[in-house]
């Protein structure tokens, strides 16, 4: 069973660049679309954008031009870079596995996901 | 931009009576190949979220029976038949069907 687990610094400080990555075990990178989402204490849950194995990249307008992802199929990992954060980007955030290239029920969508990590940004 | 309201915002429910969950979408969820990607993911503290529902009324694995959704279009909603102290926390719709998913505001799920 596929299984997530995010990392990265709990402490970024304002202006600066928030890193995550997202470890896959248990099953294949390859063939799937990863995501990342984040939940705010006032907001609750926004997807922030996915990636699938091969690369392609789909982000959230409201944080496009600060974001960026990457994927490591070699290290089965993907990764979530946040440029120019702000305390507005204080939250926790969660990997989960976005869907298969394969598979059109929707039984990949959101299945899987990562326990989160709190990433305050504070100077 | 898909919006998904969901209510009520805050639930109390004793335990071993039911609840239920609406989530409305201000566009059709439908998708072109007739699927309607609507899910309820489960945030509980201290635990991975977990989705429960896919595709409007898909049970996932491993989740108990006592969790049905319903609805279709723009109208949702997710039930539980006998509230356990293990359901307490927040419930939130997604929807996949429109590009750049979106999540409802959630539903904080408290036990009397």
């Known amino acids: 069973q596929v299984q997530l687990q995010e990392s990265g610094p709990g402490l970024v400080k304002p202006s600066e660049t928030l890193s995550l990555t997202c470890d896959v075990s248990?099953?294949?990178?390859?063939?799937?679309?990863w995501g990342w989402i984040r939940q705010t204490a006032g907001k609750g849950l926004e997807w922030i954008g996915r990636?699938?194995?091969?690369?392609?990249?789909n982000y959230s307008p409201s944080l496009r031009g600060r974001l960026s992802m990457s994927v490591d199929t070699s290290k089965n990992q993907f990764s979530l870079n946040l440029t120019s954060v702000t305390a507005a980007d204080t939250a926790v955030y969660f990997c989960?596995?976005?869907?298969?290239?394969?598979?059109?029920?929707?039984?990949?969508?959101?299945?899987?996901w990562g326990q989160g990590t709190l990433v305050t940004v504070s100077s | 931009d898909v919006v998904l309201a969901q209510s009520p915002l805050s639930l109390s429910v004793t335990l071993g009576q039911p609840a239920s969950i609406s989530c409305r979408s201000n566009q059709s969820l439908i998708y072109s190949d007739g699927n309607t990607f609507l899910n309820w993911i489960h945030l509980r503290p201290g635990h991975s979220p977990r989705r429960l529902i896919y595709k409007v009324s898909h049970r996932d694995s491993g989740v108990p029976d006592k969790f049905s959704g319903t609805g279709s279009g723009t109208d949702f909603t997710l039930k539980i038949s006998r509230v356990e102290a293990e359901d307490l926390g927040m419930y939130y719709c997604m929807q996949g069907t429109h590009g750049g998913w979106t999540f409802g505001q959630g539903t904080k799920v408290e036990i009397k």
């Open positions: 248990g099953g294949a990178i390859s063939n799937n679309y």
């Open positions: 990636i699938s194995s091969r690369g392609t990249t």
């Open positions: 989960a596995r976005a869907g298969n290239y394969y598979d059109t029920s929707g039984s990949f969508l959101f299945d899987t």
